[in-house]
């Protein structure tokens, strides 16, 4: 019973710290080889991996410095980062998801196909992404492993089960954004960011909430909100709805704008 739990208890870890972490890595990716730069991947990959020795370095610091226990503070601020690249990222694909305009700047670009800056801010998202979670997913495992006697059979097979699970929805993401038209593949990428990047801002704020920096009222939120994963506090959801709300008048600046630029081109008479 006590290895089944251990089982369970390993694989729940690695699966629930690592899927948001993969789903952003994966959407980069996807978005990547669909849009026709296979080749800018590897930053993406890069920034992961560099994010996975990070959390073992990070973590080896909690341990010794801060009894195993992770700083608040340094994760709000890797959060907020994180929010900031994943909004910036969001509204670059927004722009580009016509793909008459997309093919105009892969030409105009030649053969770099996004520019370095591009580059590096997806590789970025991917670090941050996998380094929000990678050093406390290292904590919770050390943990598991000085309660269950060490990394024995049932915890390394729990680990093995949820890598498989994860790489199984990597390929998943990745058959399916080759499938797909090119403008579907950037809207969804573009919205799965952004609702990932207010997710962040809810969890910054969480993390300032625990350090009593900012006040906590939940009272009269649905319950829906906090079963999605979102902070379940008015504060979070102000911000978070102020980001939106933001959001909806640029695009609606952005339409006004382009609706008028079509109403001054000369017409063309037959």
């Known amino acids: 019973m006590a290895d089944g739990s251990t089982f369970v208890q390993a694989f729940t870890i690695l699966f629930r710290e ?3 972490a993969l789903l952003v890595v994966a959407a980069l990716a996807a978005f990547l080889r669909r849009a026709g730069a296979a080749e800018r991947i590897r930053p993406v990959y890069a920034g992961a991996g560099l994010a996975v020795l990070a959390s073992f370095g ?3 610091v909690f341990e010794a410095f801060f ?3 992770h700083n608040d503070m340094i994760e709000a601020g890797v959060i907020v980062v994180a929010a900031g690249l994943m909004f910036t990222m969001s ?3 927004f722009l580009r998801q016509d793909p008459a305009a997309w093919k105009a700047e892969i030409n105009r670009m030649a053969e770099r196909a996004m520019g370095a800056g591009t580059v590096l801010s997806l ?3 991917a670090f941050l992404a996998v380094f929000r979670e990678g050093a406390e997913t290292v904590l919770f495992l050390h943990a598991l492993a000085r309660t269950a006697g060490g990394f024995d059979a049932s915890l390394l097979g729990g680990l093995a089960v949820a890598a498989a699970a994860l790489a199984v929805v990597f390929v998943a993401m990745q058959w399916l954004a080759l499938r ?3 403008r579907p593949v950037f809207l969804i990428t573009s919205a799965f960011l952004f609702v990932m990047g207010l997710r962040m801002v809810g969890a910054a704020i969480q993390e300032f909430q625990e350090q009593v920096i900012l006040p906590v009222h939940n009272d009269g939120v649905p319950d829906l909100v906090t079963a999605l994963g979102f902070n379940g506090s008015w504060e979070a959801l102000g911000v978070q ?9 640029w695009l609606v600046m952005r339409r006004a704008r382009s609706g008028a630029g079509l109403a001054a ?3 063309v008479t037959a």
Request: with cysteine; aromatic share 6%; charged share 10%.
């Open 91 to 93: 509204g670059w694909l």
């Open 123 to 125: 590789a970025g998202i």
């Open 67 to 69: 009894d195993g226990n």
């Open 265 to 267: 081109r000369p017409q």
């Open 58 to 60: 990070m973590a080896w």
């Open 18 to 20: 690592g899927l948001e």
């Open 180 to 182: 797909l038209p090119l």
């Open 241 to 249: 709805g102020a980001i939106v709300l933001c959001a909806l008048v």
